[in-house]
C-alpha cells in the first residue's frame, strides 16, 4: 500500500500524465473522423488536393484512451493534495490557502471535464428559413432567414442565421442572430453555427437545345479543365452559378456564371435556390463545473501571489 501511495502521489507521474493528455490532444486533431459533414461533401470535389475533411478532436475527448489518462491524473492530484494537507496538520505548519485551492481548482475542472466527456450531447441540425427545431422539452427556435456571404474566390466568409425562440410555444425573443463563435444560450443548451449548404437547382441548356438540370456538387469535363458547379453568387434576382476549374485534380481559375451566359456547350438556363444552415446544439452538463473550476483556480492563484509578496515584504 505504501508503494501504492508513493507511485500516485509522485510528481512524475503527473509530469508523465501531463505530457501524454497532451501529444494525444495535439495528435487527435490530425485523425480524420468516422464521417464528414455536409458541409466538406457537398461544397469540395472528390480527390481534391489539399482539401481537409474534418478531425477527430471531438470524439477523442469522449473516448476510453482520453477518460483513463484523466481519471488517473485526478487520483494523482487528489493524492497530493490530501498528502500535502495531512502534513501540514501533523507539522502544524502555516496555511497556504493559495496552492490548496489551486490543487482542489484543478480536481473540480477535471471532474466537469470528465462529465461533459461522458455526458455532453453534441446534434447536428439542418434548416431552411421557416422551419423549426425542438431544443429541449421547453424550448425550440424557427429560422426566420440566414445570410452567406464569401470571398472573391468564393471561399465561406460569414454564416449568420437570424431565430426566433420560442418557449412552449410562443416566442420569447424574436430575431436572435446566431454567428460563428456566437452562440445562442438558453437554459440547458447553447446553439452554434456550424455550416452553410447550398441545395439549389440550376437548369443548364446543352448545345443541342435539350435541358439538363444539376445541382451543387456536380460539374463536367471541357478538353482538359474539369467545371465543378461549387455554389451560387447574389440574391434571388441576380444569381449566378459559381464554377471552380480544375486541371490535374488542382483549382486553377473560378467563373461567375449569370443566367443566358455559357460555359463550354453549356447555358445557363435559370436557377432555383435552395439554403440550409447547419446548426449544431450543444448540451453540456459539465460546463457549470468547469466554470466554477476557472473562478476557484483564479482565486487560489491570486491568493498565492499575494501570500508571496507579503513573505517577501516582511
Request: net charge positive; with cysteine.
Given at each position: 500500500m505504501n508503494t501504492l501511495y508513493r507511485f500516485f502521489?509522485?510528481?512524475?507521474?503527473?509530469?508523465?500524465?501531463?505530457?501524454?493528455?497532451?501529444?494525444?490532444?495535439?495528435?487527435?486533431?490530425?485523425?480524420?473522423?468516422g464521417e464528414d459533414s455536409a458541409f466538406y461533401r457537398s461544397h469540395y470535389p472528390p480527390g481534391a488536393a489539399g482539401l481537409v475533411t474534418g478531425t477527430g478532436f471531438d470524439h477523442f475527448f469522449s473516448s476510453a484512451p482520453f477518460l483513463v489518462l484523466v481519471a488517473l491524473f485526478a487520483l494523482n492530484l487528489g493524492t497530493?493534495?490530501?498528502?500535502?494537507?495531512?502534513?501540514?496538520?501533523?507539522t502544524r505548519a502555516p496555511l497556504r490557502l493559495g496552492p490548496d485551492l489551486v490543487?482542489?481548482?484543478l480536481l473540480v475542472l477535471v471532474v466537469g471535464g470528465l462529465v461533459s466527456g461522458l455526458a455532453r450531447h453534441d446534434t447536428f441540425v439542418?434548416?431552411?428559413?421557416?422551419?423549426?427545431?425542438?431544443?429541449?422539452?421547453?424550448?425550440?427556435?424557427?429560422?426566420?432567414?440566414?445570410?452567406?456571404?464569401?470571398?472573391?474566390?468564393?471561399?465561406?466568409?460569414?454564416?449568420?442565421?437570424?431565430?426566433?425562440?420560442?418557449?412552449?410555444?410562443?416566442?420569447?425573443r424574436s430575431a436572435v442572430p446566431i454567428r460563428v463563435n456566437h452562440?445562442?444560450?438558453?437554459?440547458?443548451?447553447?446553439?452554434?453555427?456550424?455550416s452553410w449548404e447550398n441545395q439549389s437547382t440550376f437548369v443548364f441548356r446543352d448545345a443541342s437545345g435539350q435541358r439538363v438540370s444539376a445541382g451543387i456538387g456536380q460539374g463536367f469535363q471541357d478538353g482538359e479543365s474539369y467545371w465543378y458547379l461549387a455554389d451560387s453568387t447574389g440574391n434571388q434576382a441576380s444569381s449566378k452559378a459559381l464554377f471552380q476549374e480544375y486541371?490535374?485534380?488542382?483549382?486553377?481559375?473560378t467563373r461567375a456564371v449569370?443566367?443566358?451566359?455559357?460555359?463550354?456547350?453549356?447555358?445557363?438556363?435559370?436557377?432555383?435556390?435552395?439554403?440550409?444552415t447547419g446548426l449544431r446544439e450543444v448540451t453540456?452538463?459539465?460546463?457549470?463545473?468547469?466554470?466554477?473550476?476557472?473562478?476557484?483556480?483564479?482565486?487560489?492563484?491570486?491568493?498565492?501571489?499575494?501570500q508571496r509578496d507579503r513573505r517577501e515584504s516582511k
Open positions: 502521489k509522485s510528481v512524475r507521474l503527473a509530469i508523465l500524465l501531463i505530457l501524454l493528455i497532451l501529444v494525444l490532444s495535439l495528435a487527435s486533431t490530425f485523425v480524420p473522423q497530493c493534495t490530501v498528502d500535502r494537507l495531512v502534513r501540514r496538520l501533523r490543487h482542489v481548482a439542418e434548416m431552411s428559413p421557416g422551419q423549426q427545431a425542438v431544443l429541449t422539452p421547453h424550448y425550440a427556435i424557427r429560422l426566420v432567414s440566414l445570410e452567406y456571404s464569401t470571398y472573391e474566390n468564393g471561399a465561406p466568409r460569414a454564416w449568420v442565421s437570424t431565430v426566433d425562440v420560442l418557449k412552449d410555444g410562443t416566442v420569447e452562440p445562442l444560450r438558453l437554459t440547458g443548451v447553447s446553439v452554434y453555427q456550424s486541371r490535374d485534380n488542382r483549382m486553377v481559375s449569370a443566367v443566358e451566359e455559357s460555359l463550354g456547350p453549356y447555358t445557363l438556363v435559370s436557377i432555383t435556390p435552395k439554403m440550409l453540456d452538463p459539465g460546463f457549470t463545473t468547469v466554470i466554477a473550476a476557472v473562478a476557484l483556480l483564479a482565486a487560489g492563484l491570486t491568493l498565492t501571489f499575494a
